[in-house]
């Protein structure tokens, strides 16, 4: 109950944009359940939204150690390591989330951006195109399609 208190107080705290009571008030929610994996991946957000990056990439972790089907953690966790140049972990970060979450609104996306991390290396050419595919499939109109399209045929 203190820490499900706790956390309602950070998120009030973190949409007031009132970031650094919400991040200690996250960790107040932590020290009262550390299996809550809502709160870590909020203080993940929180940090990122700080830029403390290294902080919020740990707080995804154990929001996913709390909670390994988390797929808010998961995904966002997928798109950070991604942003910081860590490309296998971000590719095994998409791929559980995908397989996980087949019915989740941000799968359109998550197979943009790991066909996109898989397109950059020729040895992972046919995973890229297998994401591409189904990306078009999903989304045959997005602004990406017709540069998608032309790489697929480059690349056959």
């Known amino acids: 109950t203190a820490a499900k208190t706790y956390f309602n107080q950070a998120v009030l705290l973190q949409q007031q944009e009132k970031l650094a009571t919400a991040i200690s008030t996250y960790a107040k929610a932590?020290?009262?359940d550390p299996s809550y994996a809502d709160?870590?991946?909020?203080?993940?957000?929180?940090?990122n939204t700080t830029h403390q990056i290294d902080?919020?990439?740990?707080?995804?972790?154990?929001?996913?150690?709390?909670?390994?089907?988390?797929?808010?953690a998961r995904y966002n966790y997928a798109i950070a390591l991604q942003e910081q140049g860590y490309v296998e972990d971000a590719i095994l970060q998409y791929e559980t989330f995908l397989r996980d979450n087949p019915r989740n609104p941000n799968i359109v996306t998550a197979h943009f951006n790991v066909a996109t991390l898989y397109a950059h290396n020729r040895a992972t050419f046919d995973k890229a195109r297998q994401h591409y595919q189904t990306y078009l499939k999903l989304a045959p109109n997005s602004p990406a399609a017709r540069e998608i399209r032309q790489w697929l045929d480059r690349n056959r």
């Open 30 to 32: 932590i020290a009262a």
């Open 39 to 47: 709160a870590y991946y909020n203080l993940a957000i929180a940090y």
């Open 55 to 72: 902080r919020a990439l740990d707080n995804y972790e154990l929001a996913l150690m709390a909670n390994d089907k988390h797929p808010d």
